[in-house]
């Protein structure tokens, strides 16, 4: 019975299209991550591709270990030493391009540095070429200062309660230092371009699940279905069944494929850095590596596409409207985007089932829940509300088309 | 087998499509005959299980059909009306796929395909789309579904509706050979289509049972004669408002009509034997009309 659900989910000629628009959307995002890596070579000229970023890789693991006292004053001083560079000081790109192609091993210790000795939502890329070697001493202090300057600032002193506050201090200063380092661009890449694939792939997902429940009402062949000895149990369970063997093949498949190309060719290192030891993860207080953040984003991903693509099943065997069933992915990723503008909404978005599918970005976002006396940030909150929701919602859609 | 209707009854808000039915069926063929509208469907669809009752029952050897649950659903072969299929399924396909839900093992519903395919004359079409079929076609595979599961109740509602004459008797003959040992009803308002098969007749009426019997006993249930009679054409314009006329034939000398009357309409008019057609004009003549009464 599964398999004839799913022979018909498939063997839709629109369904058919799906998948080529699938195979598509991985070619075009894997692209776009791939590209994202780029290393500038001797004569200024920036290259993508594998061999770019192998050379990216070599030349960013010179500085691969601990980001101690000792290796900030190196990279300040190379930094500065380049700086004095002809290459540097000429007003020619081309130029400018050759003294960064000399940077870019150590460019994203140096991104760290403008990130610490820059107000906590302030960010110069020339802040590290006047920090002094005594000054980079205060590295990890600065951290953890800027935080507490900015908690206590205008903008965002009523924003948190203090037991939040309290929560977030801790938490930066829970973060164990000093920070390993190496080159990791290809999980930033990854990691940058994943929301993108997986919000289309919920989105394409829809059309794919959508007629599960409805089909049977549109083509008038309900009546012998529901007539059928498994009408009302066996054959429900296999449709139920059906749709969440759909949602977790096209998830995994396109998600692990995304996966194996971008990292098959930006390389696998990095894995075990902090996320912290980054441009993009500085001020997050989620302490995890980016294998961690990657794991928080298929996981996520998944429990978002099964959350929202169940919530389309349900319309689907509610309403028996194939049309109104396609619409909710579109509505649970887009309508947060609308309502981003009112502040006041802001605890509720932040624990929407769209966060799922950009957990990236999630862990760079200070969204605090307080349950009790106990401070969560919202990874938690989303991962175990809306699996239990997804879970909880397979008696009921059962339940639903039953009837 | 006894499937037994008692005080049936099915209401949608202040109209009621079947009115207190009290019927008892066992094997044989039950041609049920009445206009659109008059519960039929309704009826059909509450002894799938599709529908329930308002107020009432339906038992199968004595136990509620809808308790039985999938028990009562084993023992049935459905072919709705509006027959709805999978347009992208091979005929093989759609079959082995019904046979998955009526609950047949793989092996067993690959054979009884086999044999039904040829039964049902779609032997070659086993590898064609659902979508590619006739009308006619659709409809053999509809009854091929409906007896994937050698059902003892086999519920028909107008398995002819759309079909060709020749595929109307085709389908007729199919019916009639697959009838044996089993409980079979079939809805109609084409009154050929049961005349030669039906044991027994039910003429339905706004939700009620009018009339029920063999061929004979419902041609005889009606009180009036039939009589045949030419008139001048503009007569018979004038008659059909005073009489039930089951059948008009013009030609050049004028207008050949078949009376449903208990008096003699004419001097010259004609006794002659009642149909089934008749009757159905008798007991339905208010609503008979050409899109409901195919003779």
Excluded at chain 1, 272 to 296: D, M, P, R, V
Excluded at chain 1, 376 to 402: H, N, Q, R
Excluded at chain 2, 229 to 235: A, G, I, L, P, S
């Amino acid at each position: 019975m599964l398999w004839y659900e799913v022979k018909k989910v498939f063997s839709k000629t629109s369904n058919k299209a799906g998948l080529v628009i699938l195979a598509v959307m991985l070619a075009v995002v894997s692209y776009f991550a791939v590209i994202q890596v780029g290393y500038v070579d001797e004569d200024g000229n920036t290259k993508t591709g594998i061999k770019a970023a192998r050379t990216l890789r070599d030349v960013k693991n010179q500085w691969a270990g601990y980001i101690t006292e000792e290796v900030l004053v190196e990279v300040l001083e190379q930094n500065a030493a380049i700086n004095a560079s002809d290459e540097y000081q000429s007003k020619d790109v081309t130029e400018n391009n050759k003294a960064y192609a000399k940077k870019q091993g150590l460019s994203d210790i140096r991104d760290m540095i403008n990130r610490a000795f820059c107000g906590f939502r302030e960010y110069d890329y020339y802040r590290a070429d006047s920090v002094t070697t005594e000054e980079v001493k205060e590295f990890y202090n600065r951290r953890t200062l800027n935080l507490k300057e900015w908690l206590n600032s205008e903008e965002a002193k009523d924003q948190y309660t203090d037991l939040e506050k309290q929560f977030l201090v801790e938490r930066y200063e829970e973060l164990e230092t000093p920070l390993y380092y190496e080159y990791a661009d290809g999980w930033s890449a990854l990691l940058e371009y994943g929301p993108s694939i997986s919000m289309l792939l919920v989105l394409v997902t829809g059309f794919f699940v959508s007629g599960i429940f409805s089909n049977e009402f549109q083509l008038k062949a309900d009546s012998i279905f529901f007539s059928a000895k498994y009408g009302r149990d066996k054959a429900v369970a296999a449709k139920v069944g059906a749709g969440y063997f759909i949602i977790t093949f096209l998830y995994w498949t396109v998600m692990l494929l995304y996966s194996a190309i971008v990292i098959g060719i930006l390389g696998t290192d990095g894995a075990e850095c902090a996320i912290q030891a980054g441009f993009g993860g500085w001020k997050s207080f989620y302490h995890i590596t980016y294998f961690e953040n990657y794991l928080l984003m298929m996981f996520g991903g998944y429990i978002g596409s099964l959350f929202i693509l169940t919530c389309s099943m349900l319309v689907s065997a509610k309403t028996h409207s194939t049309v109104l069933s396609v619409a909710i992915p579109f509505i649970l990723l887009f309508l947060p985007s609308f309502l981003s503008g009112f502040s006041v909404l802001s605890d509720i978005l932040g624990i929407l089932p769209d966060q799922l599918l950009q957990m990236n970005m999630v862990v760079k976002y200070f969204n605090l829940y307080q349950i009790g006396k106990s401070v969560v940030g919202a990874v938690p909150v989303v991962m175990v509300l809306y699996f239990v929701l997804s879970v909880a919602a397979v008696p009921v859609l059962y339940g639903i088309y039953k009837k | 087998m006894e499937l037994k209707l008692t005080d049936l009854t099915k209401k949608f808000g202040d109209f009621t499509a079947v009115d207190h039915m009290n019927l008892t069926m066992t094997e044989g063929v039950y041609g049920l005959l009445g206009v659109n509208g008059a519960g039929k469907t309704t009826l059909m669809r509450m002894l799938c299980t599709l529908l329930l009752p308002t107020s009432g029952s339906i038992t199968c050897d004595g136990k509620d059909i809808f308790k039985m649950d999938g028990e009562y659903r084993n023992l049935l072969g459905y072919l709705p009306q509006d027959f709805g299929f999978y347009p992208e399924f091979t005929v093989s396909d759609y079959l082995l796929y019904i046979a998955a839900i009526k609950g047949m093992r793989p092996a067993a519903a690959r054979k009884r395909v086999r044999e039904l395919l040829p039964k049902v004359g779609l032997d070659k079409a086993a590898n064609k789309k659902m979508k590619k079929l006739s009308g006619g076609m659709k409809r053999r595979a509809g009854i091929a579904q409906a007896m994937l599961n050698d059902p003892k109740i086999l519920i028909l509602d107008e398995p002819t509706a759309g079909l060709d004459p020749n595929e109307r008797i085709r389908f007729r003959n199919l019916i009639s050979e697959l009838s044996e040992e089993r409980l079979v009803l079939l809805s109609t308002h084409i009154v050929s289509d049961i005349e030669y098969i039906a044991n027994e007749i039910w003429l339905m009426k706004d939700g009620k049972l009018v009339q029920n019997g063999t061929v004979d006993e419902i041609i005889n249930s009606m009180p009036e004669s039939v009589w045949i009679c030419t008139v001048e054409k503009k007569m018979a314009d004038d008659m059909m408002k005073k009489h039930k006329i089951s059948n008009l034939k013009s030609d050049a000398k004028g207008a050949e009509l078949r009376i449903i009357s208990a008096k003699k309409p004419l001097p010259n008019a004609q006794r002659v034997p009642a149909s089934l057609e008749d009757v159905f004009l008798y007991y339905f003549g208010g609503k008979a009309d050409e899109e409901n009464v195919v003779v």
